[in-house]
């Protein structure tokens, strides 16, 4: 059996190569080749760009891939969404497809935008969006660069954003809120079915979902007499529940618990407050829940 994966080319590229490698599934690429091989002899994968995925998953070419809901949404195709994978470049949650229109414009709501240009690359779902509003307007396909479209070129946008930074930077206020997006791992109908691609391919899911919980995370080992665990319990922010076990003293337990890594520099004191000792802070590649 062998398998091919699609990874998202361009500004998502290295941010998937780096969670497939935290996965325990490295890709090699090779110079500018668009195909790459992986850990696992039964996987290769292709670069796709992320607005073409859901075509050619649907098709067959490939098994499965890594792309957005909203360009899933605008292929109107069908495909099986195995698992949400919600990391981004910045932000790490969910994107927002957002109506925008230049700061000085009188526009305040959709509504307003009757008989106007708007400029996007989601073309299909910009069009619903407006069609189940009732208001008539003309939607043109944006080939890159839609902030500095308006007010010139189109009276308004629809464009993705994180944080809204580079709208603010070319002058543009949010209106609305046309779709939240975040990457989804899809599958070929066929494949899906097929038992063994369908165990590889949820294998892949748990693994990635796994490398992407253990992000921003470190683990917590340490030592504590009996009559301070409640102290320490009371500073500790358990994934779940710490783990406690015996240890040869038995006037002593050891601890292990999963806390953010931001948290590590106001917890770590605290801990050694309490009458914590033998703290280790250690590193995650996975979290499975």
Known sequence: MK???GIPKGSLQEATLQLFARAGLPAYTNGRS???ST???EIDCMLIRAQEM?????HGAIDAGLTGLDWVIESGLSVITVSDLIYA???RGKVRWVLAVPEASPFQRAEDLSQCIVATELVKVTRDYFQKKGVEVRVEFSWGATEVKPPMLADAIVEVTETGSSLKANRLRILETVLE????LIANPASYADRDKRRKIDNLALMLQGAMEAQDRVGL???VRKENLAAVLAVLP???KPTISHLSDDDWLALNTVIDEGAAWDVIPRLKAAQAQGIVEYPLNKVVL
């Open 221 to 223: 080992m340490l030592n």
């Open 89 to 91: 470049k910045r932000s």
């Open 39 to 41: 850990a696992d002899p």
């Open 181 to 184: 997006s975040n990457t989804q």
């Open 34 to 36: 668009y195909f790459a």
């Open 3 to 5: 398998m091919r994966i």
């Open 238 to 240: 358990a994934l779940q």
């Open 54 to 58: 859901a075509r050619y998953v649907e």
